[in-house]
């Protein structure tokens, strides 16, 4: 849930509500694109749609340790993008690349950041939700244009963080995800009011 200071959103609300929707919409991604059978999947409502969440129980940890550390991040303005990138299992090429891309906002505030006087924003949290629906509905709209996966994939997600950052100990660098004949689609974005999310899908043209 939202973190609240007199109806006020926090940064730690902020960051709360991005990983909430990361968390949403990675699973609705893998769904879609059929990179696990559809049986692993199970329906949830969640901003007024029903959306299927994996049950699998390594991906949910997985998800949960990544989005956790994001989260951590975000509170902290250190997250520049959140990388989804789907790999064929056996070429290791990268077919499908989704950048959730964040621009740190300074919310009710009307100059820049203080240190001693933490951004709030007064934005309602139902239209926030509204905004994060509409994106979720496109995400949902997307199997219409991209191109048939037909390969057995797996997907793995890159954070892109601030160079000052403070790095797990078990995780590692790694370089961008390139993808050849590349294709873009922007989709809407939400705002938070102290984070504003922006969806990309990148996929590789089909012949």
Same mark, same amino acid.
């Given at each position: 849930?939202?973190?609240s200071t007199q109806n006020?959103?926090?940064?730690?609300?902020s960051a709360a509500i991005?990983?909430?929707?990361?968390?949403? $919409?990675?699973?609705?991604?893998?769904?879609?694109?059929?990179?696990?059978?559809?049986?692993?999947?199970?329906?949830?409502?969640?901003?007024?749609?029903?959306?299927?969440?994996?049950?699998?129980?390594?991906?949910?940890?997985?998800?949960?340790?990544?989005?956790? *550390?994001?989260?951590?991040?975000?509170?902290?303005? *250190?997250?520049?993008?959140?990388s989804m990138i789907i790999?064929?299992?056996?070429?290791?090429?990268?077919?499908?690349?989704?950048?959730?891309?964040?621009?740190?906002?300074?919310?009710?505030?009307?100059?820049?950041?203080?240190?001693?006087?933490?951004?709030?924003?007064?934005?309602?949290? %139902? %239209?926030?939700?509204?905004?994060?629906?509409?994106?979720?509905?496109?995400?949902?709209?997307?199997?219409?244009?991209?191109? /048939?996966?037909?390969?057995?994939?797996?997907?793995?997600?890159?954070?892109?963080?601030? %160079?000052?950052?403070?790095?797990?100990? /078990?995780?590692?660098?790694?370089?961008?995800?390139?993808?050849?004949?590349? *294709?873009?689609? *922007?989709?809407?974005?939400?705002?938070? $009011?102290?984070?504003?999310?922006?969806?990309?899908?990148?996929?590789?043209?089909?012949?």
């Open positions: 849930m939202a973190t006020a959103i926090t940064l730690k609300g991005i990983s909430e929707y990361l968390n949403y $919409g990675i699973n609705s991604i893998l769904f879609q694109r059929g990179i696990y059978p559809p049986e692993q999947f199970t329906s949830v409502q969640q901003y007024g749609l029903t959306i299927l969440m994996s049950k699998d129980e390594k991906i949910i940890a997985f998800l949960r340790n990544v989005l956790t *550390q994001v989260q951590h991040w975000l509170a902290q303005n *250190q997250v520049d993008k959140i790999t064929n299992v056996h070429t290791k090429e990268v077919l499908e690349c989704w950048d959730f891309k964040v621009q740190n906002e300074l919310g009710d505030s009307a100059s820049k950041l203080d240190p001693n006087n933490p951004p709030t924003s007064s934005k309602e949290l %139902k %239209k926030i939700q509204a905004e994060i629906r509409d994106v979720m509905r496109q995400i949902a709209a997307t199997i219409s244009y991209l191109p /048939l996966i037909e390969s057995i994939c797996t997907f793995d997600l890159l954070i892109h963080t601030l %160079k000052d950052s403070e790095v797990p100990e /078990l995780w590692s660098p790694t370089a961008d995800a390139k993808i050849e004949n590349a *294709q873009t689609v *922007q989709l809407k974005s939400f705002s938070t $009011g102290l984070h504003k999310m922006n969806t990309i899908v990148n996929y590789k043209m089909t012949d």
